[in-house]
């Protein structure tokens, strides 16, 4: 983050405001992949993503821009479902979200062709999920198979997410398999690595035991020295040792709103909804603000102790507001 964007963000906790927004823009998604949260219980609101009515067309391009007139947050996150379901109204929506000066991050699976013109929109960010080698990947996240995906990202430098299950770490020499084989792409600009984050008292083979979680560190430690693209600083990769106590811990929670599919449902107590269980979180935005949160600025404050202050006086000037 450049020190603007900290001042920026500073300001918008100051005056009451998230300064980042997450927008699940659709409820379809042509996979269905196990483990996937949106589509649990009690997700958004008591539901589960498919059981809203989501919007499309010019009512979806409109109900995005009253939320970000209304919320003017600094950073927008468009996921889904699928935001490629609805990439008609994506071809609308992301300039001008441009023009507004946000910065964007669409997170998709990349089933289908990422249109080209994305590619010259300015603070857009793609982000595709490959999660695991292809014999795994393909079987869990068909149609977005590794070869759809080759072909699809073509004329694009993306950011590839892989979160981290259980089952992979299960195989010695997992993770570098992984990034070796995308790393060395032209196509691929950052990769970043999460941990599956269970609901409190799942049972899943996703879900790493203490002990691999712990392996999945420190390979990620050393992983980074040799991948260049792994774009994980170290405070960061240490921070999934000792994740946020509770969703008030969470820097992320507390400076992220994530709206569903109606335009309507606010999702807490965090993107993932219904009751996750934080002691097990896996999530890299979260570990990433928490090292920032931890990082000492003098005197023993911590930027964690300033944010903090920062959000209770944003609260009460709300309410004063109010
Ligand atoms: S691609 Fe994402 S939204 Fe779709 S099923 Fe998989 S995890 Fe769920
Ligand atoms: S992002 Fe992780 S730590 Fe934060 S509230 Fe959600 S599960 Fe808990």
């Known amino acids: 983050m450049r020190t603007i964007e900290v001042i920026q963000a500073w300001g918008a906790i100051l005056s009451g405001r998230s300064p980042s927004v997450s927008i699940e823009i659709t409820r379809e998604c042509p996979l269905r992949c196990a483990g996937c949260y949106a589509y649990e219980e009690g997700h958004a609101g008591g539901f589960n993503l498919r059981q809203l009515h989501d919007k499309k067309g010019d009512e979806l391009v409109e109900g995005v821009l009253e939320i970000v007139n209304e919320l003017r947050p600094l950073h927008l996150s468009i996921v889904g479902g699928d935001p490629l379901v609805r990439f008609r109204e994506l071809d609308k929506l992301l300039p001008l979200l441009e023009q507004r000066g946000i910065h964007v991050q669409v997170v998709t699976s990349a089933f289908r062709e990422i249109p080209q013109q994305w590619a010259s929109i300015n603070r857009l960010s793609l982000v595709v999920s490959i999660d695991g080698l292809q014999p795994e990947h393909d079987a869990r996240r068909k149609p977005a198979t590794y070869d759809r995906i080759l072909a699809n990202i073509r004329g694009h430098r993306i950011t590839v997410h892989c979160t981290i299950t259980g089952q992979m770490m299960r195989q010695a020499g997992y993770l570098e ?53 792994l774009d994980m600083p170290e405070g960061l990769i240490r921070e999934f040792l000792s994740p946020p106590s509770s969703p008030r811990e969470c820097i992320f929670a507390q400076t992220t709103q994530t709206i569903s599919a109606d335009l309507k449902t606010r999702i807490t107590p965090c993107q993932f909804g219904g009751e996750p269980d934080c002691s097990q979180c896996g999530c890299i935005a979260s570990m990433g603000l928490a090292a920032v949160g931890h990082h000492s600025l003098a005197l023993g404050i911590t930027a964690g102790g300033v944010y903090r202050a920062s959000t209770a006086f944003g609260r009460t000037l709300r309410k004063v507001r109010a």
């Open 177 to 229: 398999s992984f990034l070796s084989f995308w790393a060395p792409r032209d196509e691929i600009k950052r990769i970043w690595m999460s941990m599956f984050t269970p609901q409190k008292g799942a049972v899943a083979p996703e879900i790493l035991t203490a002990d691999e979680r712990e392996r999945a560190v420190n390979e990620l430690l050393g992983l980074r020295q040799v991948y260049e693209k």
